[in-house]
């Protein structure tokens, strides 16, 4: 089912959540809202699940205008952050929740019940827990018990809520995976929160970006590491070395009032000077870090470092010590202008 | 409540669980039947006496020395319940002996026990022949019947409150600060004095102002053990009482409303307390 | 605990430890633990005939019923207020709430003649309701109705009391997921918030019936001390203890200690429920 939002705004007393967000989403897509805690992203998530109403704007389901309709009658599968498990039921009886509330007319037969909730409890490989209570599982066990019990109620629409933030690494990324082939199984409209940028970029389809209640970016994952938007894109998805005065980017014409932005993997460096916009800089430290070596430099008369990152062949090819003199210059960079860069968050 | 809907909305969060006002109005409701409109009944009834007329009433000798009794024999008590209500936390929190656990739960029983049994126990134990009477008649001291007696009830009653109030905050003073402190060189004493009380200090106070806030409005336990003598042990609750199998419902009306303003203003200053010390960050 | 993993730097020495105990415990002892031995003590002192001859009079018969009927109605009362006061306090944001909050604990600042008081100011012979009540021959004070509504009123904040942190500490998350399932309001509140608080709402129950069953001061002004009639447990121990009949008075007032020590009783065990599931859901979270 496709989603449609126009010109949602939300105010939490004099706090702006939502400012004026308009959104597509299409069928089967896998989204997810990325953004620092406050930018307003749960509240979208609980605004399309009808847990918040929107102050202003459109919420469209499939062409038809939802905003009325409450959180029971969407059709939405809702995973809350901390999974919301119902802590004095069996696993089973948390799955089957769903199941049994529906009106009479239309509920299942006991053996119809327990059959879906088994299919869903294989489907999430946790059938062997069913007589478990929440208390008696692990963070991940929650997650996917979480998730069937969302998937139950057969919605059209999937929404996460950080679904893996309370998790430790190493069972992050085995969730992750899970999900894109989960998602891939199942083929249904998915958003999900997430300030984890890795988690954005390796599990979605395509990612929004988000600040302050505003939307800064919306692309596929490679879009919005390949070419940020927006300054706050740049800072958020990644690293980024700025270069404020033009002494320092002698490589562009345009830094009146403007701050240039290069990745750190995006700088070459070379012994003698290429050409008159190459920078003169001192090498300050190296640092080998698995693949990748870390370069840090220091700008020549000034006390401006600049991150570097090499690839080991790169660096092996032509080696680098502290205090090395050498030079450098950009493959690509974006300028942006000042007043652009006001709101950026400290990275 | 037929409140439309921006305003509504203003009034208080959206959120997608039922029965707000369905809850909120009964509560009111109900609050305003029981509580709101009988206690403003009472402030009612003092303004037709006029200001000239209520202090007619409330300012003669009886209802002054009745509120002094019930004042200075409800500090003693809250005092007394401060200091040993602190050392008992300290030993259910800190110490490990048998039978703790029914210790700790006795503790709770000024709460559960009818003031009534209180107050004729007290009696009985206190009385001149009475188990623990005897030994104060031996030393010339007289408990029961005298305001001694009184301070005895209110102690019982008010005993729980300090304990209670202290336990959970000194449950969570870490150790590791006073082990900080104890490797920098403190003493046990100076630990507790600069580590742990400050951090308990608040709670203390809190369960003071209870103790304290309790034992004024006290009634059922401390008259059957007072001997209720006007102007030395007669205390307020008991005046109301007297005033009204009198039919002075006047009189009963202002005493009771000194009484109320002095508990609406301790409930006030018990919420401050809890408001700072959740400031102080103390948990 | 932290005795558990408090280290030597932080104890006290064996000697002060025992006096710390010695003198809290005696203090304890004095204050709590004789009285009440010397409650069943002194009901029991003319031997087991005399305790079930004082049970079986008429007179305290009727004492025990009207306590059973003024906390039978003053609890359920209670109950069905507690619940909509946590429901609409824990689970919603409003303006006002610390106020309400306040509101509902006054009844514990007010002292219990003071309460009783303004029942009788209210529908007394001279009160305001007083007369219409004469008129239509209806009595309240000095009768069983007002002994129920004096009890509602010392009891009233107990319940809500109990479950409004309570509830206020699950949060709405459970609540939100059963909505999204598609549960309804009474789906909702039956199924996931009533199993939550059980042991809360228990809790909350004993204490205020405790409360209800042991109440005094507020009674005794609404009652008229009228035997037989308007005599409730509390108010019957008075009357015999000032009529010198001792073992009667101690013979009632063991039973409002039997109902104390119930009480705590299951206080000890729900506290202990309680910290087993808090342990849960700490591990939720």
């Known amino acids: 089912m496709s989603i449609i939002i126009e010109n949602i705004s939300k105010h939490f007393g004099n706090f702006k959540a939502l400012d004026n967000i308009n959104l597509e989403v299409g069928s089967g897509e896998l989204l997810a809202l990325l953004g620092p805690s406050g930018c307003g992203k749960t509240s979208l998530l609980r605004i399309i699940g009808g847990l918040e109403l929107p102050d202003t704007g459109k919420l469209l389901f499939h062409g038809e205008d939802v905003k009325s309709r409450d959180a029971c009658n969407r059709n939405v599968g809702f995973v809350f952050q901390h999974y919301a498990l119902f802590r004095h039921m069996s696993v089973f009886e948390n799955v089957a929740f769903g199941l049994r509330v529906k009106p009479k007319h239309i509920r299942y037969k006991e053996a119809e019940i327990k059959r879906r909730v088994h299919e869903l409890l294989e489907l999430v490989q946790l059938d062997w827990l069913a007589d478990r209570f929440p208390a008696q599982l692990s963070g991940g066990q929650r997650q996917r018990i979480a998730l069937a019990r969302a998937l139950a109620v057969e919605p059209k629409i999937l929404l996460l809520d950080e679904p893996f933030g309370a998790l430790d690494a190493q069972v992050r990324k085995e969730l992750r995976r899970w999900l894109r082939r989960l998602h891939d199984e199942l083929h249904i409209t998915s958003i999900f929160v997430t300030h984890d940028q890795e ?9 929004v970006v988000m600040n302050k209640g505003r939307i800064e970016q919306v692309g596929t994952p490679d879009e919005v590491y390949a070419q940020p938007a927006t300054p706050f894109v740049y800072q958020f998805i990644g690293n980024v070395n700025l270069f404020h005065s033009r002494d320092h980017a002698p490589w562009t014409q345009q830094l009146d009032d403007a701050i240039a932005y290069v990745r ?11 050409d008159e916009t190459s920078l003169p800089v001192v090498v300050n430290l190296v640092r080998a870090i698995g693949a990748i070596v870390r370069v840090e430099v220091e700008i020549d008369g000034s006390h401006e ?6 690839s080991r062949e790169r660096f092996d090819a032509a080696p680098l010590a502290c205090g090395d003199r050498v030079y450098i210059r950009p493959r690509q960079f974006r300028v942006f202008q ?9 990275t | 409540m037929a409140l439309s809907s921006p305003a509504h909305s203003r009034f208080r969060a959206h959120s997608v ?5 369905l809850a909120l109005g009964y509560t009111l409701l109900y609050l305003s039947l029981i509580v709101l409109i009988p206690l403003s009944a009472l402030f009612v009834k003092t303004a ?18 009745s509120l002094r009794v019930t004042f200075v024999c409800s500090l003693v008590a809250a005092v007394i319940n401060a200091i040993f209500g602190l050392l008992v936390a300290w030993v259910l929190v800190r110490y490990r002996f048998p039978g703790k656990r029914i210790v700790d739960a006795l503790v709770d029983l000024p709460f559960a026990l009818p003031t009534a049994v209180a107050g004729i126990t007290l009696a009985t134990l206190y009385a001149p022949h009475g188990w623990i009477g005897q030994y104060f008649a031996a030393m010339g001291i007289k408990v029961a019947y005298t305001p001694l007696g009184i301070v005895v009830a209110l102690t019982f009653i008010g005993l729980p409150f300090v304990v209670r109030t202290v336990q ?17 060189g403190a003493t046990r004493f100076e630990v507790f004095r600069r580590v742990i009380f400050p951090a308990i200090y608040p709670a203390l106070l809190t369960g003071f102002s209870l103790a304290f806030a309790r034992a004024i409005g006290e009634y059922g336990s401390v008259i059957f053990i007072a001997g209720n003598m006007p102007y030395i042990s007669e205390i307020s609750p008991l005046l109301i009482v007297a005033k009204l199998e009198q039919y002075d419902y006047a009189g009963a009306t202002a005493i009771a409303v000194i009484m109320l303003l002095i508990s609406f203003a301790l409930l006030l200053t018990i919420n401050a307390l809890q408001w700072w010390a959740s400031k102080r960050g103390v948990r | 605990m932290a005795h558990s993993t408090q280290g030597i730097a932080t104890h006290e020495s064996k000697t002060v430890t025992r006096v710390f105990i010695t003198i809290a415990l005696g203090y304890l002892l004095l204050f709590l633990g004789l009285p009440l031995f010397a409650v069943f003590y002194q009901a029991l002192s003319k031997g087991w005939d005399l305790y079930y001859a004082a049970l079986l009079e008429p007179d305290a018969w009727s004492a025990i019923k009207l306590t059973f009927i003024a906390a039978a109605i003053a609890v359920p009362c209670n109950l069905v207020f507690g619940i909509a006061a946590a429901w609409s306090i824990a689970k919603f944001d409003f ?15 007010v002292s219990p003649v003071v309460s009783g008081l303004v029942y009788v100011l209210l529908f007394g012979a001279q009160g305001w309701f007083g007369p219409w009540l004469q008129e239509h021959d209806l009595k309240l004070i000095f009768a069983v109705p007002g002994i129920v509504l004096a009890t509602i009123f010392v009891t009233f904040p107990f319940i809500a009391r109990e479950l409004i942190p309570l509830m206020q500490a699950q949060g709405k998350d459970e609540e939100e997921a059963a909505v999204s399932l598609g549960a309804s309001g009474w789906q909702t509140f039956s199924r996931v918030t009533l199993p939550n608080i059980k042991w809360g709402l228990l809790y909350g129950v004993i204490l205020c019936n405790a409360r209800a069953m042991g109440e005094f001061g507020a009674v005794s002004v609404v009652s008229g001390h009228i035997r037989g009639m308007t005599n409730t447990m509390p108010l019957h121990v008075e009357i015999l203890y000032n009529e010198y009949n001792f073992v009667a008075a101690f013979t009632i007032a063991s039973l409002l200690a039997l109902l104390a020590l119930v009480t705590l009783l299951v206080k000890s065990v729900v506290e202990w429920q309680a910290i087993r599931s808090g342990a849960a859901i700490r591990s939720l979270i």
């Open chain 1, 199 to 207: 988690e954005a970029l390796e599990v979605s389809d395509r990612v």
């Open chain 1, 264 to 274: 750190p993997h995006d700088i070459d460096i070379s012994v003698s000077a290429q």
């Open chain 1, 305 to 310: 470092l600049i991150e570097i990152e090499l």
């Open chain 1, 338 to 346: 000042k007043e652009e860069t006001d709101e950026l968050p400290a």
């Open chain 2, 17 to 21: 669980l039922p029965g707000f006002n």
């Open chain 2, 48 to 65: 037709t006496l006029g200001l000239d007329g209520f202090f007619e009433l409330a300012v003669n000798d009886r209802v002054v020395s």
């Open chain 2, 168 to 184: 959970p905050v000194l449950e969570d003073v870490e150790v590791g600060v006073e082990e900080a402190a104890a490797c920098l």
């Open chain 3, 95 to 109: 303006k006002g709430k610390s106020m309400l909050i306040t509101l509902i604990d006054l009844p514990f600042a």
